[in-house]
């Protein structure tokens, strides 16, 4: 007999309404029920305003849901812990500390140890060794990425929670901050939920995507990928990979 694991996050009949100027409701997300397993890599697709980011914010515990709940290994999550790391949409390297720094800061000791093994591992994986005394306004959109993905890995998250990380750069860099996700993945085993409008990106980093509506967000179906593993950028060009790049395309909401 299978042995499922059970869920390292799950969203039960989520909703959220945000209240504007104190009077004004905002329906953002409505009814979100879905499940991550331990090593599930989770994408959120969906439109520009639907709720992404919001839904994102609940799973790290930086957001309340209005009804219904978020469970992290099946207890309320209420507040952020370092087990559940987040990569921001924007560029968030803080610019007063230098690149070793930043990493070094993700261990969350009052004075991290700048030379520790884990360090230089993570300034190793994320090909930043070199600017490692460099400061972010120095380094390249990319680089920045790496170094806050870098700062948030080196604690070992279970649950890694990605918020376009990639959506600034362009098409070259984020081909190579793919793969390097992908590697990450690999070797690590991280659970991730990865919010992207990218269907190409969907398709080939995760093993299911959910698909939301316009806003409020409603999810309206979730896909199982039928790429192999381990995941190479020579997969966007197998049957398989245009077959769901195409059905994905007919039903995303404009
Ligand atoms: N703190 C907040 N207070 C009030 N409204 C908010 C807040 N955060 C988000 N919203 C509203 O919630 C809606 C969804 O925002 P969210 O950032 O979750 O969307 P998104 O799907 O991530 O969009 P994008 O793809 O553009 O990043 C928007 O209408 C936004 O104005
Ligand atoms: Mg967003």
Redesign the pocket.
């Given at each position: 007999m299978e042995i499922i694991p059970s869920p390292l996050l799950d969203f039960v009949h989520t909703s959220k309404t945000f209240v504007h100027e104190r009077t004004r409701a905002i329906d953002v997300l409505k009814d979100i029920s879905f499940s991550i397993r331990p090593g599930e890599v989770v994408s959120l697709l969906g439109p520009?305003g639907c709720g992404?980011?919001?839904l994102?914010r609940m799973a790290a515990g930086l957001e309340k849901p209005t009804t219904g709940t978020v469970l992290y290994q099946g207890n309320s999550v209420e507040g952020p812990e370092r087990h559940r790391g987040i990569v921001f949409?924007s560029y968030n390297a803080f610019p007063w500390l230098t690149v070793r720094e930043n990493v070094a800061f993700g261990l969350g000791d009052r004075e991290p140890s700048l030379d520790s093994e884990k360090v230089t591992n993570w300034l190793r994986q994320t090909g930043l060794a070199e600017f490692a005394d460099s400061y972010p306004k120095t380094l390249s959109g990319g680089m920045r990425q790496r170094v806050a993905l870098a700062r948030t890995m080196i604690v070992e998250p279970r649950l890694l929670l990605l918020?376009?990380p990639f959506g600034a750069l362009d098409e070259r860099t984020r081909q190579d901050m793919q793969l390097l996700l992908m590697k990450i993945v690999d070797d690590t085993g991280c659970t991730v939920l990865f919010?992207t409008h990218g269907i190409r990106e969907a398709i080939l980093l995760s093993h299911r995507i959910v698909l939301l509506s316009q806003r409020p967000g409603r999810i309206l179906d979730i896909f199982d990928s039928p790429l192999p593993q381990p995941r190479t950028p020579e997969l966007i060009k197998t049957p398989e990979f245009m077959a769901l790049y195409d059905r994905l395309l007919s039903v995303f909401p404009m």
């Open positions: 520009s992404k980011t919001t994102l949409q918020d376009e919010v």
